[in-house]
């Protein structure tokens, strides 16, 4: 069974930081491309950031360009998403989600985890 | 950026009835436009991918249509579970990914 289980989220300061992580299991991680999309309470579903199976191509949102660094490992099947630089805006839901090979639409997704920055 | 428009922003409809939400495109994507359901507290749900193609688990009820820059959900005879938030996604030509700002199914 396909899982995804988000962690990392928090209560943070605006100018923090936080480290999200995703541990995907029940499927080949390393063959597959990941996202991150967050979502504002109440508002609707904003992509952030992708990278391909092998790291190679990397891509964001504009909202985030510069401040957030996606990353993988997989050897331990994992996916990371470091938030610097939070501002009130960022909070959200931190989902993340796997694209199907082959079409592209986001087949799995985790719980998600919350991020609040708030002083 | 490919702009998704989705409507109506909230749809009342009776348990039994027939439920139609659209979804524009601001360009062509040719099929390259998926469904998902949200439920409240809930990751979204894969529905339809390819414009048409039913995802895996979906029941028949649901189905998409179109093609280029206008695209339709349908639900054929709505059930209690199916009450929850739509939202479509392009993926055509990203990035950015992009998506509707959602449909709202509600109980009638």
């Known amino acids: 069974e396909v899982q995804m289980v988000e962690s990392g989220g928090g209560l943070v300061k605006p100018g923090g930081s936080l480290r999200l992580s995703c541990a995907a299991s029940?499927?080949?991680?390393?063959?597959?491309?990941m996202n991150w999309v967050r979502q504002a309470p109440g508002k609707g579903l904003e992509w952030v950031s992708s990278i391909s199976s092998s790291s190679f191509y990397i891509h964001y949102a504009d909202s985030v360009k510069g401040r957030f660094t996606i990353s993988r490992d997989n050897s331990k099947n994992s996916l990371y998403l470091q938030l610097n630089g939070l501002r009130a805006e960022d909070t959200a839901v931190y989902f993340c989600?796997?694209?199907?090979?082959?079409?592209?639409?986001?087949?799995?997704w985790g719980q998600g985890t919350l991020v609040t920055v708030s002083s | 950026e490919i702009v998704m428009t989705q409507s109506p922003a909230t749809l009342s409809v009776s348990p039994g009835e027939r439920a139609t939400l659209s979804c524009r495109a601001s360009q062509s994507i040719s099929s390259n436009l998926a469904w998902y359901q949200q439920k409240p507290g809930q990751a979204p749900r894969l529905l339809i991918y390819g414009a048409s193609t039913r995802a895996t688990g979906i029941p028949a009820r649901f189905s998409g249509s179109g093609s280029g820059t206008e695209f339709t959900l349908t639900i054929s005879s709505l059930q209690s579970e199916d009450f929850a938030v739509y939202y479509c996604?392009?993926?055509?030509?990203?990035?950015?990914?992009?998506f509707g700002q959602g449909t709202k199914l509600d109980i009638k």
């Open positions: 989600a796997r694209v199907a090979v082959g079409t592209g639409d986001f087949d799995y």
């Open positions: 996604q392009q993926y055509n030509d990203w990035p950015p990914y992009t």
């Open positions: 029940g499927f080949t991680f390393s063959s597959y491309s």
